[in-house]
Every structure is written in structure tokens, then in C-alpha cells.
């Protein structure tokens, strides 16, 4: 029977050319819009390199500091880490480094722009860069001030003209350093590893970054598991509580927190930054996405109720042949996921021109976009529930004609 369906679906999308391509490009446009998002949240929030182990991975990003007659909200500075994130229970690394900030060199003439980040040597163990040429920096380089940098692969050609770059000096906001590694271009939407340029904290121009509270600095606690979660959050909570402010008369109280990046970024988007809301972002997303989707799916289901209606008869002489609803109902359902599923196929092959086009474009620094299987496998669940959504009400309502209403070619 589902072979006869599908033979009466593709005989009906040929008879009417006009609405089988109004319903394609609504489906595929929906959906290559929809999948686009989806691939802008994965690439920012899923599990790429060399963030490969966010599943035990929690960052400190935010710090309001609150006095009696004032306070300020910044990124945590390297004192109030140093004395609050070391050695939390449940926390097997932990690193400091700079939020990434702009600085300028001067090569042969020519003034170049780089993101330099400042790190210690637990970062590359935390993290999994893809080398090109050399390793990383070590603890020990951070611990005796080495002037070392790793650098991206965009730095190496700007500088090198893509020649080896190992051993090789570069100017780097007025310091020079001594080039030990290359690693792959990170996309600047992935916010943590996100530089052209790595060299250590402790090669900074002066150390007034060890006694500031806040200000500049994000964290990086790799958990032994996710288990240990709650234990570390609860534990970094305990210790603000016993921060020694240099001047309490301005600040006495700190609130930040442990979080994963998504927790992070609900923190953000709340009116009340002292607190992360995931569910709530989670809650507007997928509600932004439903209501995306409701304005073609109600003209689809009047596209439906309108191709369905010319049908009419074909329904009338079924029903009097002893065709039941459901029977009814299972045909047009059938035709009508197939449809969307011709709809999904152009909204995939859309996205992947989009996300080419906005590769190529150089909006976003190094992002790479692909369609990856939790990309496909969203896609594939909004086109099969675009397809139920707009077609199964158009259908039920077609088949509880009566016959005789039916061969008239009624609507009631």
C-alpha cells in the first residue's frame, strides 16, 4: 500500500506544478534557515577541537564586585582566581588566561592586527590545538617568563608567507618572541581557545595583574568527571565568600561562579547577571524557533486544504468504493511527508551554500561550517514534523467528507 502511495504522490506533485514548487521553496527556505542557526549554536557551543572535553569543562568568565556605595561587572582578574579557583575538590587542571585582546606588530614595513591571548602552560593541556609545526609552551616557560609564542597558521602566513616559522622572532605589541609552535586557525566563535597569537601571562609588561580582583582574566576548570559538577561549583561559591578586598570601604562582595559556556551566555542574556538561566535561554530558542516555523506551516496547510480540495472527487468515488479515513488520511500524509522531505533535501543543499558563501565572506574570522550528523539529524526531525504539522489536519479534514458532498466537490 505505502508503494502505491508513493507512486500517487509523485504523479500528483507532477500534475500541479505550481503548488508542489510554492511548498518546496517554503519547506526548503524554512529549513535552510532553521539549519543555518542550528550550525552558528553547534559551532559555538558543541564539542570541536580543540574544546574536546566540554563535557568536563567548566569556565569563570564573570565577576561583579559590590560595595557600599558602588559596584562593577568585568571578566575576574588573575588575583581573585589565583586565590579562589586553585586546587578545587573534584577539579583535575585548572588555567588562567586573558580575555583575547587586539594587539599590533610592525613587519617589514607593514602594520598587522592579531589577537593575542596570555596563558599559562595548563592551557595546552586542557586543551587539544592541532599543531601544524612545533608543540606548545610549557609550564615551565610560563613560570620563568619565556618570551615563547605559538601562533596560528593565518599569523605564520602574514609574517612568513607560510614558510616554517619555528625558531623564528616575532613583534608583538612591542615585545618580541620566539616562535616554538603553529596550530590551525580556531574560529573566533569558539570564544575560550579564540587567538592568533598565545604567549605567557608571565611575559606581560608589568605584574599589576597579580593584584587585581577583577578585570581581563577567564579560567578554565577541567572536572574529573561532570559528576563532580555541583561539588565544584558550590566549593568556588564558599571561597567568595572569603576574598580579602584591599579596600572594603569600595568593594566588600564578589558573585561569580563555575559554568559551562551556555550557562554563561543565559547569564548574559538575563537582566539579573548575577545568575545563570539556561533553561530560560533554552526555553526562548527552541520557542524562537517554533514561531519561525508556525507562519509557512499555516500557509502550507492552506496550500494543502487547496491542492486536497481539487481532489475532491478522486476522495468521493474512494469513499464510495469502501475507502476508509484512516486510509485516507495515511495517503495524504504519506504525500505530504514525501513532500517535505523534497523540501528538506533543497533546504540542505541551501544551507551548504549558504554556509560555503559565509565562510568565504571572512565575516567570522576562521569559522569553519559543515553539516555534521547533529546537524543532518535536527534538519531531518524539523522536516518530517513540518511535514505531519502542515499536512495531517488538511487530510483529516478532507476525508471525513461525505461522498455525495465529496463528488460535488464540497468543502463541509
Given at each position: 500500500m505505502l508503494k502505491n502511495y508513493i507512486k500517487i504522490a509523485f504523479k500528483v506533485f507532477l500534475r500541479r506544478k505550481f503548488f508542489t514548487g510554492i511548498s518546496l521553496f517554503a519547506i526548503g527556505f524554512t529549513l535552510m534557515?532553521?539549519?543555518?542557526?542550528?550550525?552558528?549554536?553547534?559551532?559555538?557551543?558543541?564539542?570541536?577541537?580543540?574544546?574536546?572535553?566540554?563535557?568536563?569543562?567548566?569556565?569563570?568568565?564573570?565577576?561583579?564586585?559590590?560595595?557600599?556605595?558602588?559596584?562593577?561587572s568585568s571578566p575576574p582578574g588573575y588575583a581573585l582566581l589565583d586565590a579562589s579557583a586553585r586546587n578545587l575538590?573534584?577539579?583535575?587542571?585548572?588555567?588562567?588566561?586573558?580575555?583575547?585582546g587586539i594587539a599590533y606588530s610592525y613587519w617589514k614595513g607593514e602594520k598587522i592586527k592579531s589577537f593575542l591571548k596570555r596563558t599559562d602552560?595548563?592551557?595546552?593541556?586542557?586543551?587539544?590545538?592541532?599543531?601544524?609545526?612545533?608543540?606548545?609552551?610549557?609550564?615551565?616557560?610560563?613560570?620563568?617568563?619565556?618570551?615563547?609564542?605559538?601562533?596560528?597558521?593565518?599569523?605564520?602566513?602574514?609574517?612568513?608567507?607560510?614558510?616554517?616559522?619555528?625558531?623564528?622572532?616575532?613583534?608583538?605589541?612591542?615585545?618580541?618572541?620566539?616562535?616554538v609552535g603553529?596550530?590551525?586557525?580556531?574560529?573566533?566563535?569558539?570564544?575560550?581557545?579564540?587567538?592568533?597569537?598565545?604567549?605567557?601571562?608571565?611575559?606581560?609588561?608589568?605584574?599589576?595583574?597579580?593584584?587585581?580582583?577583577g578585570g581581563g582574566f577567564w579560567a578554565m576548570l577541567l572536572a574529573r568527571s561532570a559528576a563532580d559538577f555541583s561539588a565544584i561549583k558550590e566549593e568556588y561559591r564558599s571561597r567568595l565568600t572569603q576574598v580579602e578586598f584591599p579596600n572594603p570601604e569600595e568593594f566588600n562582595e564578589a558573585t561569580s561562579g563555575a559554568e559551562t559556556f551556555f550557562e554563561f551566555i543565559s547569564r548574559m542574556a538575563s537582566p539579573d547577571q548575577t545568575k545563570n538561566h539556561p533553561g530560560m535561554l533554552l526555553a526562548v530558542i527552541v520557542t524562537l524557533m517554533v514561531v519561525f516555523m508556525i507562519l509557512p506551516t499555516v500557509n502550507l496547510v492552506n496550500l494543502n486544504v487547496s491542492r486536497i480540495m481539487e481532489r475532491a472527487?478522486?476522495?468521493?468515488?474512494?469513499?464510495?468504493?469502501?475507502?476508509?479515513?484512516?486510509?485516507?488520511?495515511?495517503?495524504?500524509?504519506?504525500?505530504?511527508?514525501?513532500?517535505?522531505?523534497?523540501?528538506?533535501?533543497?533546504?540542505?543543499?541551501?544551507?551548504?551554500?549558504?554556509?560555503?558563501?559565509?565562510?568565504?565572506?571572512?565575516?567570522?574570522?576562521?569559522?569553519?561550517?559543515?553539516?555534521?550528523?547533529?546537524?543532518?539529524?535536527?534538519?531531518?526531525?524539523?522536516?518530517?514534523?513540518?511535514?505531519?504539522?502542515s499536512g495531517v489536519y488538511p487530510a483529516w479534514k478532507m476525508s471525513r467528507l461525505h461522498p455525495v458532498q465529496a463528488l460535488k466537490g464540497g468543502s463541509r
Open positions: 534557515v532553521l539549519m543555518v542557526a542550528t550550525a552558528f549554536f553547534d559551532q559555538i557551543f558543541g564539542p570541536f577541537p580543540p574544546e574536546k572535553k566540554l563535557d568536563r569543562t567548566l569556565g569563570i568568565f564573570f565577576l561583579r564586585l559590590k560595595g557600599p556605595n558602588s559596584q562593577s575538590p573534584g577539579v583535575e587542571k585548572a588555567s588562567f588566561f586573558t580575555v583575547p602552560g595548563e592551557f595546552w593541556e586542557i586543551l587539544e590545538f592541532d599543531f601544524i609545526e612545533g608543540g606548545p609552551y610549557t609550564r615551565d616557560d610560563e613560570h620563568n617568563a619565556n618570551f615563547v609564542a605559538v601562533i596560528n597558521q593565518s599569523t605564520r602566513k602574514r609574517f612568513f608567507n607560510d614558510e616554517s616559522a619555528l625558531g623564528r622572532d616575532i613583534e608583538v605589541d612591542g615585545q618580541r618572541f620566539r616562535v603553529v596550530v590551525k586557525d580556531v574560529s573566533i566563535l569558539r570564544i575560550v581557545p579564540f587567538a592568533d597569537i598565545w604567549v605567557p601571562i608571565s611575559t606581560s609588561k608589568t605584574d599589576a595583574y597579580r593584584k587585581q580582583l472527487s478522486e476522495i468521493g468515488v474512494r469513499k464510495a468504493f469502501g475507502a476508509s479515513s484512516l486510509t485516507l488520511v495515511g495517503q495524504f500524509v504519506v504525500e505530504n511527508v514525501l513532500l517535505t522531505l523534497a523540501g528538506g533535501v533543497i533546504g540542505f543543499i541551501g544551507t551548504l551554500l549558504a554556509l560555503a558563501g559565509l565562510e568565504s565572506s571572512g565575516l567570522i574570522p576562521y569559522a569553519e561550517f559543515y553539516l555534521n550528523y547533529r546537524i543532518f539529524l535536527y534538519g531531518l526531525a524539523l522536516a518530517v514534523f513540518f511535514g505531519l504539522l
